[in-house]
C-alpha cells in the first residue's frame, strides 16, 4: 500500500496517460492541478485516499474523460467557488461516470450540474452533506440510468423534470429532508427497477403513477409523512419483487387483496400505519415471503388460514393490532419460522406447543388475555377439559375420569416434547443467521471509526473487539455494540467463529451476551474479514468490577453482596439454560469473571462461546464446537471431568475477591 503526497507536477509530462487508478492507497494532500497535462485521460479513480482539499478546475481540460471516481476521501467543497469544477467538467462531453460518494462536499450543488455531459450514465453524490434544492434542470441528464443522491441533507421538492430521464433505472434519495408529494410523473420512469425514498419528509397520497412502473423491484418509503390508502395499482408489477417498505407512515384503509400478484415479494413492511380490515387472503399468494411486518396497526379479524402457505417466512410480526380469534395451528407448521410477535390483540383459547411455539424466546404472546396451554415456561393457565354433564352418575365417576384424562394428555404432551427435542437434534438449522439484519463490512468500518485504537475494548488470542455505534433503523437511536474481529491468521481463529456461531444461532436468553449478527466479507485489502457482532455492555465485565484498575482514571466501586448473589444466580440461570433447556445441551467450556458481561441494570450476560460443546443427547457423545486442542478453557477454571468447576470457581472467587489460579504453590 503506497502513501505519501502526489507532486505538483507529477502530470505535467504525461500526455500519453489514458488510465490513472490510485485507489485503496494512503496518499493524502491535494490533487495536483498538473492532472490537466494529461491531455489523454479517460479514466481517473483516486477513491479511498485521504486526499483533502477541492477537485482542481483544470480536470475540465481533460476532454476525454469518461470516468471520474472520488469514494471515500476527505476532497470537498463548501463554498460556491469550491464547487466550480463542476462547471469545467460541463467540457468533457464524453463524461458517462462521476462518482463522489462519502467525501466532504457540502453547500448547495450549482446549476452547472445539469449542463454536464448528455453521456453522464452514472451520477452518485452519496453520504456527504450538500443542503439546498436538487437542481430543477437534472432532466436534462436524460442519459443518466442510476442517479445516487442519499444521505444528504437535500430539501425542497423533487423536481418535476426528472420525468425526463426515461432510461433511469436507479433513483436513490433515501435519509434526505425533501418535502411534498412525490410528483406523478414518476410513472414515468418505467424503466426504474429501485427506487429509495424513505428517511425524508415526503406528504400527501402516494401517486397512481406508480403503477406505471412494472420493472420495480424495490421501493422503500418508510419514514414519511404520506397519507391516504395504498393504491392497488402498487402492485401490479410484473418482475420479481424483492422488497416493498411503506412502513412508519399514515396510511390508511385496508391492504389491497392485489398484494397476491407479487409472487416473489421477499420482504414487506407495513408497520407503523393506520392500516385497518382483515389480512388479504391473497397475501399467502406471496410465497418467496421471508419477513412480514405488520405491526402498530388497527387492523381486525382472524389471521387468515391462507397464510398457511407461505413456508419460507421466518419473521412474522402483528403485534400491537386488534386482531382476535384462535392462534393458527399452522404457524407451529412453518418450519423456517424463527420469530413471530402475536402481542397486544385479543387472541383467546389455546397456544399450540410445536414449531415456533416450542421455543419460547421466539415467540412474543403477551397481553392477550385470553390464552391457555403452550409449553411450561409460558406461565400460561391451563385450558380447560370439559366433561359431559350428568346428574344420574355418582360424583366419583367424573373426578377419575378427569384424573384418568389429566395423566393421558400428560403422558401424549411428554411424548410429543421428546420427539420434538430428539427431532430438533436429529435435524439440526442450517448455518444462516436467520432473522438476523445483514451488515457489511462498510458499516463496521464506520461503526468503530476504522476500527480505531480509541474504541478497543480488548483483545484476546482469537479476535479483538471493539466499540461501535451503528445509525438505528427508522425512527430508531443509535445502537452501541461490541464487534469482534477474527484473528485470522491465528491457528484456530476460524474454528472458534465457527463454534460460536453454532453456539449463539439458536440459543436466546436474557443472561446470555445477544448476537446482533455476523459479517463475512472481503476487507479494503482484499483479504479475508470475520466479525460476530454484539449487544453493547456498558458495565464491562465482572472481571473489570473484582479486579478494577488503579491508574486513578475511573472512580473505584466495590459490588455489595446482594449485586454479586444477584450476578451469580445469572450465571447460574444461564448455564442451567445452556445445559438443560435450549435447543441442544451446550457446554460453555470457559467460564471465568472476564466472560460474564453486565448491562445498564448490572444483570449478567454469559458471553465468549469459542470453546464452546454441544452434546447430542441421543449419541451420549459432544459435539466439539471449537479445534481440537489437548487444554480447553482458562488456567485455575478448568477442572478435568467436572464442568460445573468452572462455574464454582467463579462463584468462590466473586465471593472471596479472590484469583481462583494458584500462585507460589499456594490457593
Not at 483516486?46 to 481540460?61: D, Y
Request: net charge negative.
Amino acid at each position: 500500500m503506497l502513501n505519501g503526497t502526489i507532486p505538483p507536477n507529477a502530470f505535467s509530462n504525461l500526455p500519453n496517460l489514458q488510465r490513472l487508478y490510485m485507489d485503496h492507497n494512503h496518499f493524502h494532500g491535494h490533487i495536483p492541478a498538473s492532472l490537466g497535462n494529461a491531455s489523454n485521460l479517460i479514466m481517473i479513480v483516486l477513491g479511498a485516499n485521504p486526499f483533502s482539499g477541492i477537485v482542481p478546475q483544470e480536470v475540465g481540460e481533460l476532454t476525454s474523460l469518461n470516468l471520474l471516481v472520488l469514494t471515500d476521501t476527505l476532497v470537498g467543497a463548501k463554498e460556491p467557488k469550491d464547487w466550480e469544477f463542476i462547471t469545467a467538467l460541463t467540457n468533457c462531453s464524453q463524461l458517462e461516470v462521476l462518482i463522489f460518494a462519502n467525501c466532504e462536499f457540502s453547500g448547495t450543488l450549482p446549476d452547472s450540474l445539469s449542463s454536464l455531459s448528455t453521456s453522464l450514465k452514472y451520477l452518485s453524490l452519496s453520504e456527504n452533506a450538500i443542503s439546498g434544492s436538487i437542481p430543477k434542470d437534472i432532466g436534462n441528464l436524460f442519459n443518466l440510468q442510476v442517479l445516487d443522491l442519499a444521505d444528504n441533507s437535500f430539501t425542497g421538492n423533487l423536481p418535476s423534470s426528472l420525468a425526463r430521464l426515461k432510461i433511469l433505472q436507479k433513483f436513490y434519495a433515501s435519509d434526505n429532508s425533501i418535502t411534498g408529494p412525490v410528483p406523478w410523473e414518476i410513472g414515468n420512469l418505467t424503466d426504474l427497477v429501485s427506487l429509495y425514498l424513505r428517511s425524508n419528509a415526503f406528504s400527501g397520497r402516494l401517486p397512481s403513477t406508480l403503477a406505471n412502473l412494472t420493472m420495480l423491484s424495490e421501493l422503500y418509503l418508510a419514514n414519511n409523512n404520506f397519507v391516504g390508502p395504498i393504491p392497488s395499482g402498487l402492485f401490479n408489477i410484473s418482475t420479481p419483487s424483492i422488497g416493498l417498505d411503506l412502513s412508519y407512515n399514515s396510511l390508511e384503509g385496508s391492504i389491497p387483496q392485489e398484494i397476491g400478484n407479487l409472487k416473489s415479494l421477499v420482504e414487506f413492511h407495513a408497520e407503523s400505519n393506520k392500516l385497518s380490515g382483515e389480512i388479504p387472503a391473497a397475501l399467502g399468494d406471496c410465497q418467496g415471503l421471508r419477513y412480514l411486518y405488520l405491526q402498530n396497526n388497527i387492523l381486525t379479524g382472524n389471521i387468515t388460514g391462507h397464510l398457511s402457505q407461505l413456508k419460507s417466512l421466518e419473521i412474522f410480526d402483528l403485534s400491537s393490532n386488534n386482531l382476535s380469534g384462535q392462534i393458527p395451528k399452522f404457524l407451529g407448521n412453518l418450519t423456517m419460522l424463527s420469530y413471530l410477535n402475536l402481542s397486544f390483540n385479543n387472541f383467546m383459547g389455546e397456544v399450540p406447543t410445536f414449531g415456533v411455539f416450542a421455543n419460547a424466546t421466539a415467540i412474543s404472546i403477551q397481553h392477550n388475555g385470553k390464552l391457555c396451554g403452550g409449553i411450561p415456561v409460558m406461565h400460561l393457565p391451563p385450558c380447560p377439559f370439559h366433561l359431559p354433564k350428568n346428574k344420574h352418575k355418582l360424583l366419583v365417576i367424573p373426578i377419575v375420569t378427569s384424573l384418568v384424562g389429566t395423566l393421558i394428555i400428560l403422558a401424549l404432551l411428554y411424548k410429543l416434547l421428546t420427539w420434538h427435542t430428539r427431532n430438533k437434534v436429529s435435524n439440526p438449522s442450517t448455518t444462516t443467521m436467520q432473522g438476523h439484519p445483514l451488515i457489511s463490512y462498510s458499516q463496521l468500518v464506520k461503526a468503530t471509526d476504522y476500527f480505531s485504537a480509541t474504541n478497543l475494548l480488548g483483545s484476546g488470542s482469537f479476535g479483538s473487539v471493539y466499540k461501535g455505534e451503528l445509525d438505528g433503523q427508522a425512527g430508531e437511536s443509535t445502537n452501541f455494540v461490541a464487534v469482534k474481529v477474527l484473528k485470522l491468521q491465528t491457528p484456530g481463529a476460524v474454528k472458534s467463529f465457527v463454534a460460536e456461531c453454532d453456539a449463539l444461532r439458536n440459543l436466546r436468553h436474557r443472561n446470555l451476551v445477544k448476537i446482533v449478527t455476523i459479517c463475512l466479507s472481503i476487507d479494503h485489502n482484499g483479504n479475508d474479514f470475520k466479525a460476530i457482532v454484539y449487544d453493547f455492555m456498558p458495565n464491562g465485565s465482572l472481571e473489570g468490577w473484582l479486579h478494577p484498575d488503579t491508574d486513578g482514571q475511573m472512580q473505584q466501586r466495590l459490588l455489595n453482596l446482594i449485586e454479586r448473589v444477584s450476578i451469580l444466580l445469572d450465571v447460574a440461570f444461564a448455564l442451567d439454560y445452556l445445559h438443560c433447556h435450549g435447543p441442544a445441551p451446550v457446554i460453555h467450556c470457559d467460564i471465568k469473571s472476564s466472560n460474564v458481561l453486565l448491562d445498564d441494570d448490572m444483570v449478567a450476560h454469559v458471553g465468549d462461546f469459542g470453546l464452546a460443546k454441544i452434546l447430542v443427547e441421543e449419541s451420549a457423545t459432544v459435539q466439539q464446537s471449537a479445534s481440537s486442542m489437548v487444554f480447553k478453557g482458562t488456567i485455575g477454571y478448568a477442572a478435568p471431568r467436572v464442568w460445573c468447576w468452572k462455574y464454582g470457581i467463579n462463584e468462590w472467587r466473586h465471593l472471596q475477591l479472590r484469583n481462583s489460579c494458584v500462585r507460589n504453590g499456594n490457593w
